[in-house]
């Protein structure tokens, strides 16, 4: 129950700095365009009702694209479901690298070993050419989309995650969670995971980023969500060739991307310094001073 | 800008000089005067760089050639604040804020001050922690020749740099350490690299030495013989020295003089005999009481509350606060220094006068004993053997602990004490032999143990900065082991935890807050609370004072008394604090490694062997016996 608490108050205590509200105003700002976008949207994303790469006209403020379809509908339906599968595929691929993570850190010995090999395995692949391989094999599907993304995250935050909780499973209160015969998976649950929050907050923010970036990067290769549904990789790809005539095609997804993505990673950025900042001043005098106290028997 | 706040002319704000920007100049040759004063601290002040709140202020002493001052105070007092201050450094984050350090005639706080020639050669620096103070990638050898590279052999009056590196390792006891040149500070024990760090401090002959808790961590014979080692330089080349520690008994023995700091302020200051006898400032009498003696079981007297920190200090003294004597003028201006004694003894406190005319402090009640129990045992150990992987710690351990009796289990570090302690709780599972708890025997894996011995037996453990999960409230930490071995109405939870952190002498509050909102000795009383929560027959106690300062201490130690005293709850003390044993423990076994060399009631009374007596005349004392 306190996790969860712990979690909102980080949340909270980020968005009250100054670089936090901004991130999350530049952030928030796109994913709720991309919420109402589709039922704002002066006409159709899918039929042609203007002419090929005509420039912003009235009724048309964005111009038209490839096939004459009205380029600001598209960028306004187009965003939904890219984040969706975006966020789907951060929280499974985080939570499956934190799941590994804890478990190699606590369990250690032969767990760690083999765990942490399989993770060497899956790093080896880039995480592009992973899910291009998934996908072209498999076809494009929106789930297969999620779980490549997901399992391109995941080795990598199992990595970052390991490596602090060894230092968290060191700790005596673990210890002492363990003289009370707590299950393994409780203690890693309710004793380890809380004190990885701004770690796995931090994750979570990066990969976001990485996940929209990936899915709009299969998408610009035509992997990704398929033709005709708007989507502001899929946009990037289809209008680049008319650049010249009409560049709002191109420009006008690059940019929310490139918002959204600036936003995320201030807002993760003020969770980690807020998170370092959680351990107040006077903690850490007091915590030297009982280091210099404790440098007694081991 | 700073605001110095000093009669003398305005002095432009200093920052601290960096060492590196100083030319490597040659070592000046001025010899001190002799019987002139060698160090003088007029005024200092050491602020936090950007607040401008003082660490450290109105700091003002003098040293002469050869003399030893120590410095006491509990953590964040500012002791070591002023020991690096003394070399014209301060820590990240602080600077200097005002005042002279002269030495041998120069302002060391001066911009320019040729400090970087100073620094090793004529005022050297022993850090706390070995261990990290030594390049571990470098050989001894190689570091103590780095010495004589950066500040040549022109101190050494004609002896070659070979030459003097031999006559350091016998002058530090390491002659008899095998190629001890040639070895890698991790290939020595945690004394052996203290002393090479000594060996370092002294190689150039200098003036002063600044020793910053040298002996910290070390066990009483090692800490012993770095004493030793430390006096027999001191004396033989007349180096003066600064002394910084919280372990009054140690400074009580090796200093000259000894100022007491609180709150960034030296409070009193005066020869040790009188200080220590009959101290002029309630913060020193408090200490002093809270210290226990390895002669006699008095009663701890701890020192409730804390210091103001920097920033938030009142306007008064700021002990006034924690303190018994403190009259309305204490809370609205700063006591001045008031002179005791003809020699110079003073104390910053206005009731000084009638302080030091109270009872001396050898005359504290001495503690009633536990008389009943005993004669059933409650835990009996037989042929302990335990080991992690290759390596034997205990061999043929056998033991047994009556009810409601305390045994304290010593030794130096390295001995097994705590693995005695983890293999009965089970914490450590890999042993042979038998340890029984009331007849039944326990079995080595925990999780094949009933709840219910888990809960009668609490294992407390030493450092309450790492014991305390920081995600959970207090009250969730003190209801966890009700949660995880009974199942209990969510309310009578919270209530028993409320009565467990009233019995550790914390009020029901405080099960909101969270770890890092309280101080060393509040989280030690929450992790008492929290083994207290299941009614335990059994508290293991795992060196639970040594993170804590003397005077919070003394109030966990008094704790513990009482809770054997009143609840009944045997005791079993692993520790190295021998002074802490003999107030508290009815039962002590003495520890080598990993063999018991002695066991019984009287084993500080009437040694019978030889490690035992050689133990209690390595216990550093108050009073010289």
Known sequence: MSARWEWLALLGRAARTQRGAVGLALAGSVVLLAIIGPFVAPHSPTLSVTGTFVPPAPGYPLGGDTIGRDVLSRVLAGGWLLLAVAAGATVLGVGAGVVVGISAAYLGRVSDGLLMRIVDVLLAFPPLVFALLLLSVLGSHVWLILIAVAVSHAPQVARVVRATALEVCERDFVRAAELLAMPKRRVMAGEVLPNLISVVMVELGLRFTYSILIIAGLSFLSFGIQPPAANWGLMINENRIGLAANPWGVVAPIILIAILTIGLNTFTDAIARTSLGVERPTEQFELAAAGIAAGATP | ?625
């Open chain 2, 1 to 625: 800008m700073t605001h110095v706040h000093r009669s003398e002319e305005d002095q432009p704000p200093l920052s601290a000089p960096t060492a590196a920007s100083a030319p490597a100049a040659p070592v000046a040759e001025s010899a001190v005067v002799p019987g002139a004063q060698l160090l003088s601290v007029e005024g200092l002040r050491v602020v936090i760089a950007g607040s401008q709140a003082d660490v450290v202020d109105e700091v003002s002493f003098g040293l002469d050639q050869g003399e030893v001052l120590g410095l006491v105070g509990e953590s964040g007092s500012g002791k070591t604040t002023v020991a690096l201050a003394l070399m014209g450094h301060t820590r990240r984050g602080l600077a200097i804020g005002g005042g002279r350090v002269m030495f041998d005639g120069r302002d060391l706080l001066e911009p320019g001050a040729a400090l970087r020639a100073l620094r090793g050669a004529r005022i050297a620096y022993v850090a706390q922690d070995p261990a990290s103070a030594l390049n571990p990638t470098l050989k001894v050898g190689t570091q103590l020749r780095e010495v004589f590279r950066a500040h040549g052999t022109g101190r050494l009056g004609g002896a070659s740099a070979e030459e003097r590196i031999g006559e350091l390792l016998s002058e530090v006891r390491l002659e008899q350490v095998q190629h001890a040149l040639d070895v890698y500070p991790h290939q020595l024990s945690g004394g052996q690299q203290q002393r090479v760090m000594l060996a370092m401090a002294f190689a150039c002959r200098p003036d002063l030495i600044i020793l910053d808790e040298p002996t910290t961590g070390l066990d009483v014979t090692t800490q012993r013989h770095v004493l030793d080692t430390v006096r027999g330089l001191c004396r033989s080349y007349q180096v003066a020295a600064v002394y910084v520690s919280h372990d009054l008994a140690v400074v009580g023995e090796l200093a000259d003089r000894v100022g007491v700091m609180y709150a960034g302020r030296l409070v009193e200051l005066g020869a040790t005999g009188p200080v220590f006898r009959t101290p002029g400032h309630p913060y020193a009498r408090g200490l002093l009481r809270a210290i226990p003696s390895p002669t006699r079981a008095h009663v701890l007297v701890g020192l409730e509350g804390h210091p103001p920190p920097p920033g938030r200090r009142p306007p008064g003294c700021f002990f006034a606060a924690r303190c018994d004597f403190a009259i309305d003028a204490c809370r609205t201006t700063a006591p001045a220094p008031v002179s005791l004694a003809s020699g110079e003894h003073w104390a910053r406190c206005r009731r000084a006068g009638e302080i030091i005319k109270l009872p001396p402090l050898a005359e504290l009640p001495e503690r009633d004993r536990v008389a009943e129990g005993g004669n059933e045992p409650l835990l009996r150990v037989e042929g302990l053997s335990a080991g992690y992987g290759e390596r034997q710690v205990l061999s043929d351990i056998s033991f047994t602990v009556g009810a409601r009796r305390c045994l304290a289990i010593v030794g130096e570090s390295g001995a097994g004490k705590t693995t005695i302690a983890r293999c009965i709780v089970g914490l450590h599972s890999r042993w042979r032999g038998t340890i029984e708890f009331k007849g039944t025997q326990l079995e080595a894996d925990r999780r094949r143990r009933g709840r219910d011995v888990i809960s009668r037996i609490q294992y407390i453990f030493q450092n309450p900065y790492t014991s305390l999960n920081p995600r959970k409230t207090v009250g969730q930490i003190v209801e966890q082991p009700l949660r995880e071995l009974f199942s209990l109405p969510r309310k009578e939870r919270a209530r028993r935890a409320e009565e467990a952190l009233e019995d550790a002498a914390l009020s029901g509050e405080y099960a909101r807050r969270y770890p890092d909102q309280l101080s060393g000795g509040e989280r030690q009383r929450v992790a008492i609370a929290r083994a207290l929560v299941v009614e335990p027959e059994v508290l293991i106690c795992d060196e639970v004072t040594s993170a804590l300062d003397v005077s919070v201490q003394a109030a966990i130690v008094e704790l513990l008394h009482r809770l054997q005293r009143t609840r009944g709850v045997t005791l079993l003390l692993v520790t190295h604090n021998l002074a802490l044993v003999r107030s508290l423990a009815d039962d002590v076994l003495i520890l080598r490694d990993g063999q018991i060399v002695e066991h019984g009631p009287s084993v500080f009374d009437q040694p019978k062997s030889e490690y035992a007596a050689q133990l209690l005349t390595d216990i550093p004392r108050l009073a010289p016996a």
